[in-house]
C-alpha cells in the first residue's frame, strides 16, 4: 500500500508485456466485483462497486532502478485515470516530459496568481429578441511573458487539481466586479464559480466582501456553477445559492447538458438562466442528436420559465437556426471574442452605435 487508495504490485519477469496487461485485467475484474453492505439505515443489504485504474511500467525498458520504475507506473496511473478512468495504461517516454512540463506550468501559474497576473476578458450575451447586450461573461486570460496568451484548457485543469482555483477565482471575481461597477448601469457580468470555492465554504462572504468593495450593486453580478456543484446536494452549497439570490445576485446553470442525465436537481434551486454548452451549439446544424438536445433544452427553459443562452455560436446559419427554434441569447465569435477591459468601452460605444 502506497497511499491512501493506491496500491503497487509486482510481476516477477513476466516473459511478454501482454503477461502484464492480463494480469492487470485479472485485478480490475476481481476488484469490480460487487460487494453487499449491511448499511443501519437499510432493511436489506446494498450492492456497491468499486473500481480501478492502473499504470504498468516494465523493467529494464521504463527503468532499472526501484524508484525510478515506481515513478514511471505512477505517471502511467496518472494517464489512465485523466483519459478513462477504469482502465490500464503503459508508461511512455513522453510522460516525463509532459509531467515535467506540467510541474513547470503549476509553479509559474502559482507564481502568476500571487503576482496578479491574470486578467478577465469579457464576452458580450446578447439578448435574441431585442439585439441588446445584457451583460459579459468574465473568462480568465493568463498573458505568459514568453509563451505569450495560454488558453485556459491548459491551466484551469492544473488548477483545479491543485487547488490553486479557489485563488484564481477569488481574483477574478475581484476584477470582474471592480471593472463592472464602471460600466452602464444596465449592464451585468457574470462570473465562473468552481464547485471547489464551494466546498471551501466562504462564498457568502467573499461575494459581499467583493461588492461593498467595488461598489457594484448585487443585481449586477451573475455567478454561472455547473451541473455537478448541484448534483452534490450539500445541504450546505444550497444554503448559500439561496443567500446569494436573497442577496439579489442571479445564479446560472452553465454548460448544460455535458453533465448528467437527471434534471431533479433543476428542482433543487430556481436558476436565473440556462447556458447550452458549446459542442452542442456547433454541430446544431449537422448532428440530429445535438440539435434534440437544444431543441429539448430550449422547450425545458420554457416550461421552467428559465431563459436559454446559447454558448459557442460562430456562424450565422447557427443563429438562425436558433432563433427560429426561439433561443433567448447567445455568446460567441460571430458577435465578439473575448476582449481586454482596456478594449471594452470602445467595442460598447461601437456596438451601441450599429
Given at each position: 500500500?502506497?497511499?491512501?487508495?493506491?496500491?503497487?504490485?509486482?510481476?516477477?519477469q513476466p516473459a511478454d508485456p501482454a503477461d502484464a496487461?492480463?494480469?492487470?485485467?485479472?485485478?480490475?475484474?476481481?476488484?469490480?466485483?460487487?460487494?453487499?453492505?449491511?448499511?443501519?439505515?437499510?432493511?436489506?443489504?446494498?450492492?456497491?462497486?468499486?473500481?480501478?485504474?492502473?499504470?504498468?511500467?516494465?523493467?529494464?525498458?521504463?527503468?532499472?532502478?526501484?524508484?525510478?520504475?515506481?515513478?514511471?507506473?505512477d505517471m502511467a496511473l496518472s494517464r489512465a485515470k485523466?483519459?478513462?478512468?477504469?482502465?490500464?495504461?503503459?508508461?511512455?517516454?513522453?510522460?516525463?516530459?509532459?509531467?515535467?512540463?506540467?510541474?513547470?506550468?503549476?509553479?509559474?501559474?502559482?507564481?502568476?496568481?500571487?503576482?496578479?497576473?491574470?486578467?478577465?476578458?469579457?464576452?458580450?450575451?446578447?439578448?435574441?429578441?431585442?439585439?441588446?447586450?445584457?451583460?459579459?461573461?468574465?473568462?480568465?486570460?493568463?498573458?505568459?511573458?514568453?509563451?505569450?496568451?495560454?488558453?485556459?484548457?491548459?491551466?484551469?485543469?492544473?488548477?483545479?487539481?491543485?487547488?490553486?482555483?479557489?485563488?484564481?477565482?477569488?481574483?477574478?471575481?475581484?476584477?470582474?466586479?471592480?471593472?463592472?461597477?464602471?460600466?452602464?448601469?444596465?449592464?451585468?457580468?457574470?462570473?465562473?464559480?468552481?464547485?471547489?470555492?464551494?466546498?471551501?465554504?466562504?462564498?457568502?462572504?467573499?461575494?459581499?466582501?467583493?461588492?461593498?468593495?467595488?461598489?457594484?450593486?448585487?443585481?449586477?453580478?451573475?455567478?454561472?456553477?455547473?451541473?455537478?456543484?448541484?448534483?452534490?446536494?450539500?445541504?450546505?452549497?444550497?444554503?448559500?445559492?439561496?443567500?446569494?439570490?436573497?442577496?439579489?445576485?442571479?445564479?446560472?446553470?452553465?454548460d448544460f447538458g455535458t453533465g448528467y442525465s437527471s434534471?431533479?436537481?433543476?428542482?433543487?434551486?430556481?436558476?436565473?438562466?440556462?447556458?447550452?454548452?458549446?459542442?452542442?451549439?456547433?454541430?446544431?446544424?449537422?448532428?440530429?442528436?445535438?440539435?434534440?438536445?437544444?431543441?429539448?433544452?430550449?422547450?425545458?427553459?420554457?416550461?421552467?420559465?428559465?431563459?436559454?443562452?446559447?454558448?459557442?455560436?460562430?456562424?450565422?446559419?447557427?443563429?438562425?437556426?436558433?432563433?427560429?427554434?426561439?433561443?433567448?441569447?447567445?455568446?460567441?465569435?460571430?458577435?465578439?471574442?473575448?476582449?481586454?477591459?482596456?478594449?471594452?468601452?470602445?467595442?460598447?460605444?461601437?456596438?451601441?452605435?450599429?
Open positions: 500500500r502506497l497511499g491512501g487508495d493506491e496500491f503497487a504490485a509486482v510481476m516477477e496487461l492480463a494480469t492487470a485485467q485479472r485485478l480490475m475484474d476481481a476488484l469490480s466485483q460487487p460487494y453487499q453492505l449491511a448499511l443501519q439505515d437499510h432493511a436489506e443489504p446494498v450492492e456497491v462497486r468499486v473500481g480501478a485504474s492502473i499504470g504498468i511500467a516494465l523493467a529494464p525498458d521504463h527503468g532499472t532502478a526501484l524508484d525510478q520504475i515506481l515513478k514511471n507506473a485523466n483519459e478513462t478512468r477504469g482502465t490500464f495504461s503503459y508508461f511512455e517516454s513522453g510522460m516525463d516530459a509532459r509531467a515535467q512540463s506540467r510541474r513547470k506550468t503549476e509553479i509559474e501559474l502559482r507564481d502568476a496568481i500571487e503576482r496578479d497576473v491574470l486578467r478577465p476578458h469579457y464576452q458580450p450575451l446578447i439578448d435574441l429578441s431585442t439585439g441588446h447586450i445584457t451583460g459579459f461573461e468574465a473568462l480568465v486570460r493568463w498573458p505568459h511573458p514568453e509563451r505569450g496568451m495560454i488558453p485556459p484548457s491548459e491551466f484551469i485543469p492544473i488548477a483545479e487539481e491543485t487547488g490553486l482555483i479557489s485563488a484564481l477565482g477569488r481574483s477574478m471575481l475581484r476584477q470582474a466586479c471592480n471593472d463592472a461597477a464602471k460600466w452602464p448601469d444596465e449592464v451585468r457580468v457574470a462570473v465562473n464559480m468552481s464547485p471547489l470555492q464551494f466546498r471551501v465554504g466562504n462564498v457568502l462572504s467573499l461575494v459581499m466582501d467583493v461588492l461593498k468593495q467595488s461598489g457594484l450593486p448585487a443585481s449586477r453580478l451573475e455567478l454561472e456553477i455547473t451541473e455537478t456543484l448541484v448534483l452534490e446536494k450539500s445541504g450546505q452549497v444550497l444554503a448559500t445559492l439561496h443567500a446569494l439570490r436573497a442577496l439579489g445576485v442571479r445564479i446560472s446553470m452553465d434534471l431533479s436537481y433543476l428542482r433543487s434551486f430556481p436558476f436565473d438562466k440556462i447556458k447550452v454548452d458549446k459542442s452542442f451549439i456547433q454541430s446544431v446544424e449537422t448532428s440530429v442528436h445535438a440539435a434534440a438536445i437544444v431543441k429539448a433544452t430550449l422547450l425545458l427553459g420554457r416550461s421552467l420559465n428559465i431563459p436559454v443562452l446559447a454558448e459557442g455560436v460562430e456562424t450565422e446559419p447557427q443563429r438562425r437556426l436558433l432563433a427560429e427554434l426561439g433561443c433567448d441569447a447567445m455568446q460567441g465569435f460571430l458577435f465578439a471574442r473575448p476582449m481586454a477591459a482596456s478594449a471594452f468601452s470602445r467595442w460598447l460605444l461601437d456596438y451601441s452605435a450599429l
